[in-house]
Structures are given as structure tokens and as C-alpha cells.
């Protein structure tokens, strides 16, 4: 059985953990419908389209 030859001390843990922890930028895609950018497979903040289907009606805007 395998068994540590020393504890290891928080501080030392802590660094392997902190050295894998980033920040990813998230992939953007540009929308068929719309073509403004919005993250892959999620609905379109825009236009409120999905895979070509209408799912979310979005208001007009009154400006």
C-alpha cells in the first residue's frame, strides 16, 4: 500500500492547486441568424435563436 513519506504542508498543496487555476476566455462564435458573436451552443442574446429555431421571443427595442 502506498504510503506518503511526509506530510505534505498546506502551503505546498496549495501552490500545485494554484498553478492549474486560469482564467479560459470563452470560444465565441458568430450567429447564423444574426451574425453577432455569442458563446457555441447557447442561445443567442441577440435574436433568441438556437440551432435555426426561434426559442426565446426577444422585445423590439423603442428607441
Same mark, same amino acid.
Given at each position: 500500500m502506498a504510503v506518503p513519506k511526509s506530510k505534505v504542508s498546506k502551503s @505546498? +498543496? !496549495?501552490? @500545485?492547486f494554484a498553478s492549474n487555476y486560469k482564467v479560459k476566455v470563452p470560444t465565441l462564435v458568430e450567429c447564423p441568424q444574426c451574425h453577432a458573436q455569442k458563446q457555441?451552443? @447557447? &442561445? #443567442? !442574446?441577440k #435574436? +433568441? %435563436? %438556437?440551432d435555426g429555431k426561434q426559442v426565446i &421571443?426577444? !422585445?423590439e427595442n423603442k428607441d
Open positions: @505546498r +498543496g !496549495a501552490k @500545485r457555441s451552443h @447557447r &442561445v #443567442c !442574446a #435574436c +433568441g %435563436y %438556437y &421571443v426577444m !422585445a
